[in-house]
């Protein structure tokens, strides 16, 4: 999709090899096949999900860099959410009603009837394909809908929480109701015998958690600067430099991130350590430190308030550039410095 890679993780593979090897040694290869095919299936309607709060999101001016499957589910990851209470409530809302359209396709459309007890015998030959997917598209619409994070209906309860107090102190309520889910769905899982829910405990323990971290910082850094942040001591390395040059640079510095300046002072990229260190065991010490620095690296002014730098950052894993009016590199900004500078900046 224009805008939005679609990135699927390593265990997704792991889960449809467990799924074929345990169907396969229950009902044969026919049996394997079918399963399979239901998982994708599945997944399908999950990546539909997520593109109701890609699209949803879109409306209102928020890009959504990727979406990755997981074997417990999608991750859209926006680049931001609506500081607007109601337009975060239409964006979380948008996911679950693509499988509640789903859902109605395939019973009121193609007769499906529901039954509830589908995730327990989804190998059944009694339950047909259509009858499995359109029970999986509403248990997912009632999962979704749970008002904890990092669900759907987490971010609705964090919404509306936020219309009559602070976007941080409710993210914080939904955070803390999202962890006791998590403990709820950890002991029915080990008490139940149910490996899959206990990872999806874990899951929403510390998505949870790490949701209620961002908001708290992005509130802060809405308040700060570019300027607040940057590194303005560090060792520079031209585009001729050799990398065995550059690896005397790692040496006698303490930088985990070389800017690479033209001779007029203008940025042309950021050479980490770890490129260093892999082009040295790879014997590239001759090789230009052009030929493996990252670029293009996005810039932003001194001025630019800290959330923006936060974004800018997302695609950026050495960092960003900062300059001044003229273009002129003044320093960088990294997300180790970011994590120092929010813990340093508390009052």
């Known amino acids: 999709m224009r805008g939005t890679d679609i990135r699927i993780h390593l265990t997704f593979f ?7 090897l345990s169907a396969w ?11 399979v095919v239901f998982i994708l299936a599945l997944f399908a309607c999950v990546v539909l999900h997520e593109l109701g709060h890609v699209f949803m ?21 926006l680049e931001r959410m609506p500081e607007d209470p109601k337009q975060e409530i239409l964006v979380a809302l948008a996911g679950p009603a693509v499988n509640v359209v789903i859902w109605a396709v395939l019973t009121i459309v193609l007769g499906a009837s529901v039954q509830l007890n589908v995730l327990d015998a989804i190998a059944s030959p009694s339950q047909s394909f259509v009858q499995q997917l359109a029970t999986v598209n509403l248990i997912l619409v009632l999962f979704n809908m749970i008002p904890a994070f990092p669900m759907d209906g987490g971010r609705v309860f964090r919404a509306v929480m936020a219309i009559y107090t602070d976007r941080v102190r409710a993210t914080r309520i939904a955070a803390r109701a999202g962890q006791a889910m998590a403990f709820l769905f950890g002991f ?3 008490f139940g015998g149910n490996p899959l829910l206990v990872l999806v405990g874990v899951f929403i323990f510390f ?13 802060r850094a809405h308040q700060a600067r570019a300027r607040d942040a940057m590194i303005t001591a560090y060792e520079a390395l031209t585009p001729d430099d050799t990398m065995d040059s550059a690896a005397q640079a790692v040496l006698r510095t303490t930088q985990a991130e070389f800017p690479v300046l033209d001779t007029d002072g203008r940025l042309q990229g950021i050479l980490t350590r770890h490129s260093i260190i892999a082009a040295i065991e790879a014997d590239h010490r001759a090789e230009r430190v052009a030929g493996h620095m990252t670029r293009p690296i996005p810039t932003v002014h001194l001025a630019t308030p800290m959330d923006e730098v936060l974004t ?8 960003v550039a900062v300059t001044d009016s003229s273009g002129a590199f003044l320093g960088y900004i990294t997300r180790e410095n970011i994590g120092e500078w929010f813990i340093l900046s508390r009052q």
Do not use: C, H, Y
């Open 14 to 20: 792991l889960l449809l090899a467990w799924v074929l």
């Open 25 to 35: 040694s229950a009902g044969g290869p026919a049996a394997a096949f079918g399963n």
């Open 57 to 77: 999101a879109r409306r209102f001016g928020i890009k959504t860099p990727d979406i990755t499957l997981l074997p417990i589910g999608g991750l859209a990851r």
């Open 188 to 190: 029915l899982g080990l």
């Open 207 to 219: 998505a949870a958690g790490a949701e209620s971290s961002d908001a708290a910082m992005r509130t």
């Open 312 to 319: 800018a950052m997302q695609d950026s894993p050495p960092g």
